[in-house]
């Protein structure tokens, strides 16, 4: 008997071995499988899914106890997002600096673990009215205003640069001290504003047909008195009457013409056969002062010392009403008749 007791005992013991070889039941009762390691995620993994703490955001007690996604420090950087997940502070994404504008360089700057601020450079060019400026650009309301990159939230005043006055009736339109300013657009005789700087037409004699000439010329700018001269000679069994007449006014102008004469000996008398008489300037002569822009004529029948009435004969055109324009001329016929 009891040697069947050991030998029962035996098989007992080699059964339980062949067991355990088998992968049969383990002393944790099978709770984690058949290694006897928690699974991650598992019941034995509180921390699966999450940053790996001692790499990306060291413990923090400031989330002890916390809601998730509560704002925390894990980096001592404003400039991080950092928010507590399960229990921990964990890395966050980059603040946002971002002010929607193209032209400006959006920075970061950290003023403390959980506090920043932003800084938004203009890169170049200016941001003016809300809208991006390329340096040098014009300001559209305002030709002499453009951007200056020195001072790149507002326009600057240009200064010596090409522009556009709106006029048709200037030229090498330029920028001074913000204001487009332009040459006004002259006629080919002047500067002939005063009777010293008439322009001169030339000589012509009394037996010459008249017109001796024709010319168109303007008044422009504003205030501007238009002189010019001839010599009218006396030559021998002819009679001399210097005429001139003022032809083609521009629509809405009154103008008037006035002629004078200068003996080349002294003067004597003059007799107006067309306009009024009028002495200016120590000499005499005749207008023509019509209404309106109705055309003017002067005929002076003139008398010198002597045989010889060889004369200089100036005559004026000046505006009395209307606009200033350079691209409305008015017409000149002169000469003897």
Same mark, same amino acid.
């Given at each position: 008997?009891?040697?069947?007791?050991?030998?029962?005992?035996?098989?007992?013991?080699?059964?339980?071995?062949?067991?355990?070889?088998?992968?049969?039941?383990?002393?944790?009762?099978?709770?984690?499988?058949?290694?006897?390691?928690?699974?991650?995620?598992?019941?034995?993994?509180?921390?699966?899914?999450?940053?790996?703490?001692?790499?990306?955001?060291?413990?923090?007690?400031?989330?002890?106890?916390?809601?998730?996604?509560?704002?925390?420090?894990? =980096? +001592? #950087?404003? %400039? !991080?997002? *950092?928010?507590?997940?399960?229990?921990?502070?964990?890395? $966050?994404?980059?603040?946002?600096? &971002?002010?929607?504008?193209?032209?400006?360089?959006?920075?970061?700057?950290?003023?403390?673990?959980?506090?920043?601020?932003?800084?938004?450079?203009?890169?170049?060019?200016?941001?003016?009215?809300?809208?991006?400026?390329?340096?040098?650009?014009?300001?559209?309301?305002?030709?002499?205003?453009?951007?200056?990159?020195?001072?790149?939230?507002?326009?600057?005043?240009?200064?010596?640069?090409?522009?556009? =006055? +709106? #006029?048709? %009736? !200037?030229? *090498?339109?330029?920028?001074?001290?913000?204001?487009?300013? $332009?040459?006004?657009?002259?006629? &080919?005789?002047?500067?002939?504003?005063?009777?010293?700087?008439?322009?001169?037409?030339?000589?012509?004699?009394?037996?010459?047909?008249?017109?001796?000439?024709?010319?168109?010329?303007?008044?422009?700018?504003?205030?501007?008195?238009?002189?010019?001269?001839?010599?009218?000679?006396?030559?021998?069994?002819?009679?001399?009457?210097?005429?001139?007449?003022?032809?083609?006014?521009?629509?809405?102008?009154?103008?008037?013409?006035?002629?004078?004469? *200068?003996?080349?000996?002294?003067?004597?008398?003059?007799?107006?056969?067309?306009?009024?008489?009028?002495?200016?300037?120590?000499?005499?002569?005749?207008?023509?002062?019509?209404?309106?822009?109705?055309?003017?004529?002067?005929?002076?029948?003139?008398?010198?010392?002597?045989?010889?009435?060889?004369?200089?004969?100036?005559?004026?055109?000046?505006?009395?009403?209307?606009?200033?324009?350079?691209?409305?001329?008015?017409?000149?016929?002169?000469?003897?008749?």
């Amino acid at each position: 008997m009891p040697l069947t007791r050991t030998a029962s005992s035996l098989a007992s013991l080699l059964l339980l071995l062949a067991a355990c070889a088998s992968g049969g039941g383990s002393p944790d009762g099978g709770r984690f499988g058949g290694d006897g390691a928690a699974p991650d995620g598992g019941p034995g993994d509180e921390d699966a899914g999450l940053p790996d703490a001692s790499v990306d955001a060291p413990p923090s007690d400031d989330c002890a106890g916390q809601p998730e996604g509560t704002p925390c420090d894990a =980096d +001592g #950087d404003g %400039c !991080t997002q *950092d928010l507590c997940r399960r229990g921990r502070c964990t890395l $966050g994404g980059a603040s946002d600096c &971002d002010d929607g504008v193209s032209c400006t360089t959006d920075v970061c700057i950290s003023t403390g673990a959980m506090s920043f601020r932003c800084e938004n450079e203009i890169a170049g060019g200016c941001y003016i009215e809300g809208v991006c400026r390329d340096e040098g650009a014009r300001n559209p309301e305002e030709d002499c205003q453009l951007c200056d990159a020195a001072a790149p939230t507002a326009w600057s005043t240009a200064t010596d640069v090409s522009c556009d =006055d +709106g #006029d048709a %009736c !200037t030229s *090498d339109d330029r920028c001074a001290d913000g204001t487009c300013t $332009g040459t006004p657009v002259l006629d &080919d005789y002047e500067m002939n504003d005063g009777r010293a700087a008439a322009h001169d037409l030339g000589n012509i004699s009394d037996g010459d047909s008249f017109p001796a000439g024709t010319f168109s010329a303007t008044l422009f700018p504003e205030g501007d008195v238009d002189w010019f001269v001839y010599n009218d000679s006396d030559d021998s069994f002819s009679s001399i009457f210097p005429r001139v007449q003022l032809r083609d006014l521009p629509s809405g102008s009154n103008y008037d013409l006035c002629v004078f004469i *200068d003996c080349e000996s002294s003067f004597n008398s003059r007799d107006c056969t067309a306009g009024t008489p009028v002495t200016e300037g120590g000499l005499s002569g005749c207008c023509s002062t019509n209404d309106g822009n109705a055309d003017e004529n002067v005929r002076i029948d003139h008398d010198c010392s002597g045989v010889d009435d060889s004369a200089d004969v100036y005559f004026r055109v000046e505006k009395v009403a209307g606009p200033a324009t350079c691209d409305a001329p008015y017409t000149i016929r002169w000469g003897d008749d």
